[in-house]
Each structure stands twice: as structure tokens, then as C-alpha cells.
């Protein structure tokens, strides 16, 4: 930082004052001086430490620059792996805003990402709260209840696949025996969604849990003995003081479910294959069919592209919406 | 480590051979190789060589062959299985790349046969197959079945691949349902529907006809009743025949026989599903390919053991036709080891490792003496009736899918309009849209 001065002397000034203005700005020299030297030094240093962040440049450059910049390329160009590659612009991306099936699928993406994002939080909430609880075997319960957490998405398919069998299945069974008529499951377009919504569900409401409950174990207790005091119900409580309290880690889980519900693909895979016809097509199953079943690559760049923005889209705004709910003093 | 060496004068005699013998088919020029006595089966003794398979029960009884190949031969082999569709992916990036990792592929030729010709991806076979000194007597070229051999051969006359199993799609009932309710082996594609309709039984959880609804996996079941009008979906110069009088008829098949008398959910299902419908008793026809009698023959898996009927498809208006689905072995047009490449495939295809397919109830070879070995139908726990019926549907047997590039996005593309189908959907409306659609993707594919 540099010092400003005024070596002019101002009106009515004298000697012992010129002594202190000269001193003044020898020391100010001296500051300038040494300033410089300091940001030499720094910009030196600087040079030199470069070599320590290299490699992460690096990585970084080779395994999200380089693909991103690859992927907006090809999205530009009529890109088959059978054949040359041509330079289309915005082709790809005006087809996909006329392709009815594309159209779809971006709203299915969210319908389904709405679902599998608010069920398990509001269920998710619900059983961090009761976990938080003290009552009987809660340890081996609370085990229990994160199991489906634990398995793979894709074995976890398989068995509920066999499940919605719609005359074999073990679902349908059990609503035979209350006097149910069968279901159709992921066999019906209408129901299909709700159906891979609820696999969603089960597979991760525990998570959303784990999370609550890891906020409600750091909870103070003095603001709940005062409500007591005060005579605040079990609701009012949980209103006024739990749910603000515990919304910052609430909306990490959103963060976490949104993210992943918006790119679900193995679940979808296995169990409808984005059947029936398209009725469980979503953004990244419709990607996957152009890029790797019909090879489209430029067109499926553009997807990609899409889908982009649209991720880094909600995550900003949930983000912002993160930072809103943050405790302050 | 061993090449295989040529002189100048064994590759004028060679290269004048293969000029001579290009024009003429495969099968006479196999016929030449047959004459050679002695054989050297450690020629490329040394060698290494990569295969790439698809993953299920034939790659595991080649994996298993491996071990005798190389203590004959001296050439070792590096194989792998991939499951079938990322083997596909893998296949057609590798091998688009231009130098594949792998000397041998899997080719699943009703999806990959016009894909692997425009790309020039195999290396043609004729030559070696000429050349006595690199095929083996023992081959006996004219053993494999004309369909399979229809598959692996180009329309130019390339032999591209060498054919490893034949699915012919077949119409599996339940004999004792039929026993109950009294009812024949339909003659004819009309006797399905009357037969569906005395045999379905919703009441007792009982429906007179299965097939797969799932988009992409149905439409081998539409292209067979449209085979039952001696038609098929694109004719020999490209054209896409899918919304003719004749595909409009199969569609109308098609949407009766899954809306009255197949089971509830039929519009999601796939093999699988179908299978499970099946052995459990609770459907008592079902079309589908001839690999499904193990699992159905198979009392841990089954509720139908020895209740099964293997019938060839009944005929339609114009033509009786089984649709057919085909795998093959080529060498990669790149390969530097094609010599060790070649004994390979003839040791894999020859005459034990085919019978070994039947033996273990892995499918259905491609070499037509693999069905005339007594022992084996003698044995086999699929019944004569089995063996009859891949002999008959071999008669009759056609291209289930169209010799065309984007065979995945054709199925795709009608799946999804015989989808609509079983939800209620016009079959005229919607093989409309679908060939509308699917027009220019067709032509797209063939330029360039």
C-alpha cells in the first residue's frame, strides 16, 4: 500500500513544520520503498509456488476443462461415431427444443425430481425426530431403518423388479390379502413414476435421516427449557424452536436429494427401462438412449449441455436458499 | 515368437487364388480346404491373442474350450466377457477407433451385420478359408446352417463371420392347459387367437397368450406376425415398409392378442417377465426365442417341467416364417494376429465345442450335425419335440429385424408405437408416426 503526501508547502507554513514535513517524507519513502521490496518478494514467491498447484491445475485442466470444453465442441457437430464429424452450430440445440420426446423427458425429470426429493425429506425429518427419542432397542431400530441405505441401487432393482411382478409379485399378494385388487406398478404408464419414486423412498429416506439426526444431537437445550418454563406445547416447540433450528441441515439433505434425484438412471434402468413406451423417460435415461444405444454424440452433447445448466441452476438457487437459512448471532 | 511368414511366391499363389476365389461363394470355396490331409495346427505357436465376448452360458463354454486350444495350437488366448449391450458399445467404439484391443469379437449380427459391413470392421474369411493350409479339413464349411451363414455373410459376398448360435423364435404352450381346456396346437396364426381365448382364465389367474410389451424388446413380436405375411419391415433397397396394409395387420395382432388375453402389466414386460408368466403356469402360450427351454425344463425354476410344447410358429395369411436372431465370430480387419486368429474360431465353431451349445442346453448352434447327434436327443432333457421344432423353425427361418444401421433406434422407435398399442392406441396412427420418424434417421445412416 502506498502513503500519499504533498511535498508542497502549504500557506503559512514555518520552519519547525518544514523539519516534520521532511521527516515525514523521508519515513514515507522509506514505507514505499520497503512496500515495493515486500511485493517483489511476494510475486517471487508467488512464481515459485506454482509448481506446488501444477499438478492439481493440472488434473482439473485434463478431467473437467478439457471434457466440458470437448463436450460443448461436439454438441456443435453432427458427431457418429460411423462417420465424419460436422460442424452444425446450434442445430443440435434447436432440435432439441422441437423434439417432443427431449420436451418431455425435461419435465418428467422434474415431476420425478419433485417426488423423490420432498417425500423423503418430510419422512426423513420425521424419522430423525423420532429417532432423537430415547425408547427401547432405538439402536437396533435406527440400524435397521438405514439398511436400504447401504445396498446397491442396482441390486436394490432387481428385487423390488420381481416385486411389482403384477401376477407374481409379492406386492400385489399382500394387497390380495386385505382385500385389494392388483396394481399395476411400473407395468401401467400412469403409475409408473409414483412407483420409482417410491423404490426412491425406501432406498433414501434414511439418509435424510441421518442427516436431521446429526443436526438434532448438536441442538442446545437451554431455548427448550425455557419454552417449558413458559409452557410451550410439543408443537409450538418443535415450530418455534426444532425446525428453525434444524433447517440449515434440512437443506443440506435437499441439496443432496435434488442433486441425485435429477440424475437418477440406474433405478430407472433396470426396473422400466424408461417404459413403458416413454412414460419413465427422464433427462439422463433419454441422454443415455442417444449417446450409447443410438450413438447420436453430437446430439447427446447437447443434453449434456442442457442438463448442465439445469443442475447448476437448482443447486445455485438451492445454495442461495442454504445460506438464507444459516444460524446468525 | 512366431508370425505368420509368407514368401513372395506362396503370396502370388495366394493373392491369385483369392482373385479367382472371391467371385465364388463361400461354401465352394470351403469345399477346397476340405480336400487337405494333414493339418498344422502349430503354425502360429506363440501367439497371442484377444477375444471379446458377450457374457452368458456359449462364452463360458468357449472361456472353458481355451485351455485344449492352446496345449493344440500353442497360442494363447485372452478373453473376456462383456455383458451384451456394453459389449456392443464396446465393439462399435473400438472398433470405429481403428485399432480394437481384441483379435476375435462376438458380433450379435441382427443387431451389428450392416453396422460391421459399412465399416469395413472384419476381415474377410475367404481367403484363409481357400487357403488348405490354414483351414482345417475338419471344418466341413457346408455343416453350418444356411441362416446362420446368411447373417455372417455381406451382401457383396464377404465372409465376415463365422456363426456361433442361431435363435429361432418358437411358440412355447403349456400342454396341460391345453389338455384341460381341450384345445389343439394352433395351425394357424387366426387358431392363436381362438386357442388364447379358450385358455385365458382371469378368474384363475390364467392367460392364453404372453409376449413382451416393453419398448425395443417388442418388436421381434410384431416382425412376426408381419413375417406371417411374407412381409418384412425395410425391403432389400432401403425402403422402410412399416406402415403397408400388411405391418398395420400385424400391429392390429399384435394390440388384440396383449389387450384380451395376455397378462395384466404385458405392456412392461420383457423375456423375463414372460418367463416367470410362463413357468409358473400362468399363461399357456408364449412366443419367444428357443434359448428359454433350459430355465423352463429346469424344476428349480420351473412349475412346468415336462409340460412344455415346442411348437414352429403357425403360419400367417401369405407365409409361415420362425424370425431369427444370429451371433458370429469375426476377426478384426486390424489385427496382426489374424493366422491365430483364424484357428482360434475354427477350433471354437468345430463340430464338439457346437455340440457342447446342446449338450449343456446353452442355446441353439449354428451347425446343422449338433441336432443330428442320437445320443444327444436321446439324452437331452428338452424332449424330441425340441430338436423337431429347431430343425422345422430352421426351414422356415428369417431375419427377425432389418439388415439396416440403426437397428437399436428402429426398435426404439416402434417399440414405444406398439407400446402406445397396448395402451389403447391405433395401430394405423401410430406405425404412421413411427415411420415418419423413423425415415430420416434410416437415410441418414446410409450416407457418408
Known sequence: ?329 | MTQYRTSRRRLLKTSAATALLSALPAPFVAHFALGQSKFDWGRFKGQKIDVLLVKNPRSELMQAAEKQFTELTGITVSSEQVPEQQQRQKAMIEFSSGKPTFDVAHLSMHVQKRLSEKGNWLEDLRPMLADGSMTTPDLEFNDFGKAGLDFCTAADGKQNAIPTFVDYWILYYNKELFEQKGVAYPTSMDEIFTAAQKLTDPGKGIYGFVSRGLKNANVPVWTSWLLGQGAETVSKDGKLLTDTPEAIWAGEQYKRLNREFAPPGTVGFNWNECQTSFATGRAAMWLDGIGFATPLEDPSKSKVVGKVGYGVVPKGPKAQHSAIFGDGLGISRTSAQKGAAWYYIQYITNKENQLNILKNGAGSPARNSAFGNDEVVRTSKFGKQWFDCVLQSAKVGRPGLPVIIPVTEFRDVFGVALTNMISGADPAAELKKATETFKPVLEKSEQG
Open chain 1, 1 to 329: 500500500m502506498s502513503v500519499e503526501h504533498n511535498a508542497r508547502p502549504l500557506p503559512g507554513y514555518r520552519g519547525g513544520a518544514t523539519a516534520a514535513a521532511m521527516e515525514a517524507d523521508a519515513e514515507a519513502k522509506r514505507i514505499r520503498s520497503r512496500n515495493a521490496a515486500m511485493a517483489a518478494q511476494v510475486r517471487g514467491a508467488a512464481r515459485k509456488y506454482w509448481i506446488f498447484i501444477a499438478p492439481a491445475t493440472i488434473a482439473v485442466g485434463l478431467v473437467i476443462v478439457f471434457p466440458w470444453i470437448f463436450t460443448l465442441w461436439m454438441s456443435a457437430h453432427e458427431w457418429n461415431v460411423t462417420g465424419d464429424h460436422a460442424f452444425v452450430g446450434f442445430a443440435n440445440y434447436r432440435k432439441l427444443f422441437t423434439d417432443v420426446r427431449f420436451l418431455e423427458s425435461v419435465w418428467r425429470t422434474f415431476w420425478f425430481t419433485l417426488l423423490a426429493t420432498l417425500i423423503p425429506i418430510v419422512l426423513g425429518v420425521w424419522a430423525a425426530l423420532v429417532f432423537h427419542r430415547e425408547f427401547p432397542f432405538r439402536g437396533i431400530l435406527r440400524t435397521i431403518f438405514v439398511m436400504p441405505m447401504m445396498a446397491t441401487p442396482v441390486a436394490i432393482a432387481l428385487v423390488w423388479t420381481m416385486m411389482f411382478h403384477p401376477q407374481l409379485g409379492v406386492l400385489n399378494y399382500l394387497l390380495s390379502l386385505v382385500g385389494l385388487p392388483p396394481f399395476a406398478w411400473v407395468y401401467d404408464p400412469a403409475t409408473v413414476i409414483p412407483t420409482l419414486v417410491l423404490v426412491e423412498v425406501w432406498h433414501w429416506t434414511p439418509l435424510v435421516m441421518l442427516i436431521v439426526l446429526g443436526g438434532l444431537a448438536g441442538l442446545p437445550t437451554d431455548p427448550y427449557e425455557a419454552a417449558l418454563i413458559d409452557g410451550a406445547s410439543s408443537w409450538q416447540m418443535f415450530r418455534h424452536i426444532t425446525w428453525p433450528l434444524i433447517l440449515p441441515y434440512v437443506m443440506i439433505a435437499l441439496v443432496i436429494r435434488t442433486i441425485d434425484s435429477l440424475k437418477v438412471f440406474d433405478t430407472i434402468a433396470v426396473i422400466s427401462q424408461g417404459g413403458p413406451g416413454t412414460a419413465s423417460e427422464t433427462l439422463n435415461y433419454f441422454l443415455y438412449l442417444q449417446a450409447f444405444q443410438f450413438y447420436n454424440l453430437g446430439y447427446a452433447s447437447a443434453v449434456v449441455v442442457i442438463f448442465f445448466v439445469i443442475i447448476i441452476a437448482l443447486s445455485l438457487l438451492l445454495l442461495y436458499l442454504r445460506q438464507k437459512t444459516k444460524w446468525t448471532d
